[in-house]
Structures are given as structure tokens and as C-alpha cells.
């Protein structure tokens, strides 16, 4: 069964902080997405990944393909990074397979 | 930049009433997606569309839903008697794989309160 498993699920810290989201998956995936849910519940893709590490800004992800794990990391923290982050896969065909988010606080 | 929009944001219907979800993909892509988000849940695939046709689906994805591309710009998502299960954020996506990539668009949703 196509899983996505993503931890922790809160996730509280001091502004400055950095921050690790972790996400694992099952087999046979063809990329790895990092989204971002806001308040208002709007979606916006940060990352999609099958290999390595990318960057923008303070953002990275990374994805180790032999141990099925993805890690999103946020240095510098702010406030204004509150919100969900959300761990998705697409497992060879074209649809996204969810995890169960990371609500995200960072605190001034 | 381009950008999936959705409407309405927000719609209450009565339960057993029919509801469609609009929806206008990115122009130049050739799939489209719903999901939803039951409050507190993870977010859900509905159903793929490409070609004019659905492409696969999911088990929510019953009779009482369907979808429709009415012409070149419109996607559209059916409930044909809302229940009060059906409350829920639903998204709309597109993506363009052959471009090489999966990466998904996502609209800003509509909330759906059945009541």
C-alpha cells in the first residue's frame, strides 16, 4: 500500500530555531512533495524532489532514496512561518498521496 | 504568474441539494485533479481527469460525484445530494507531466459546509 508517514505532528519553537520535519514513504515513488497549508487553508508547493537536496531561501529539503526519507528543514525561523507543512508522494502515476501534515508555530 | 482558481471559497448547502465546484486550471496543463480535506484530516485524492476523461478515481469517488471539463477552461466537480460526510475544503489541482514534471498547482479551495 502507497504511505506516507510524516513526524512530528506539532511542532513548536522559539523564533531563530531550526526546524526538521521528517517524512518517510513506502516503495516506488517517482518524486516527493513539500507543500505548504496556511490558515486559510490555500495549498502552495514548496519542493518536488526525486534526488538530493534543494534550496530557496531558508527552505531545504532533502531525500535519501535508499532509506525511503525526506527532511524538510527551516533555518532562521519566524513567525511568519507558521503553518502546516504537508508531505506528499506520487507513486508513479500522476495523483499525490498525502501525510498528515506538521502544524508548524513559531513563537517571537 | 499562473495560477488555478477556484469558486466559489465558500459554499453552505442543504443536505440532498446538488453542488458544483468550479475550477480553472493553469492553461497549459493537460491533467486535473480534486481532492479534499475533511477538517482535522489529511487531504484526500478524488479523481484524475486527462484527455477528457477520468483517468482514475478514488472510493469516495462514488456515484454521487462527477466531473466535467464543459469547455477549454472549466473543470468542474458534481455532488448530486450533498450529504452532511461531504463537508470538507475541496481542492482543484493541474499539472503538466509532460514536461517532465509532477509537480501539482493547487487552487485555494472551496469550503464546502453541508448543513
Known amino acids: 500500500k502507497n504511505e506516507v508517514e510524516q513526524s512530528p505532528q506539532n511542532l513548536t519553537a522559539q523564533e531563530g530555531e531550526f526546524i526538521t520535519i521528517n517524512c518517510s514513504y513506502s516503495v516506488g515513488i517517482s518524486a516527493l512533495h513539500w507543500l505548504q497549508q496556511h490558515p486559510g487553508g490555500g495549498i502552495v508547493s514548496l519542493f518536488m524532489?526525486?534526488?538530493g537536496k534543494k534550496k530557496h531561501g531558508r527552505l531545504i529539503a532533502t531525500i535519501n532514496i535508499q532509506e525511503k526519507h525526506s527532511s524538510l528543514h527551516i533555518t532562521a525561523s519566524h513567525p511568519r512561518d507558521s503553518a502546516v507543512y504537508i508531505c506528499a508522494a506520487t507513486f508513479g502515476n500522476e495523483k499525490l498521496t498525502f501525510g498528515t501534515g506538521t502544524r508548524l508555530t513559531i513563537i517571537p | 504568474e499562473p495560477e488555478v482558481t477556484q469558486t466559489p471559497s465558500h459554499q453552505v448547502t442543504q443536505m440532498g441539494q446538488e453542488v458544483i465546484l468550479r475550477c480553472v486550471p493553469i492553461s497549459n496543463h493537460l491533467y486535473f485533479y480534486w481532492y479534499r480535506q475533511i477538517l482535522g484530516q489529511k487531504v484526500e485524492f478524488l479523481v484524475s481527469f486527462y484527455n477528457n476523461e477520468i483517468s482514475e478515481k478514488s472510493e469516495i469517488f462514488d456515484d454521487q460525484f462527477s466531473v466535467e471539463r464543459p469547455d477549454g477552461s472549466n473543470f468542474t466537480l458534481k455532488i448530486r445530494s450533498t450529504k452532511l460526510e461531504d463537508s470538507a475544503m475541496y481542492f482543484c489541482?493541474?499539472?503538466?507531466?509532460?514536461?517532465?514534471?509532477?509537480?501539482?498547482?493547487f487552487g485555494q479551495g472551496t469550503r464546502l459546509t453541508v448543513v
Open positions: 489541482a493541474s499539472s503538466d507531466p509532460h514536461k517532465g514534471s509532477t509537480e501539482a498547482f
Open positions: 524532489l526525486s534526488s
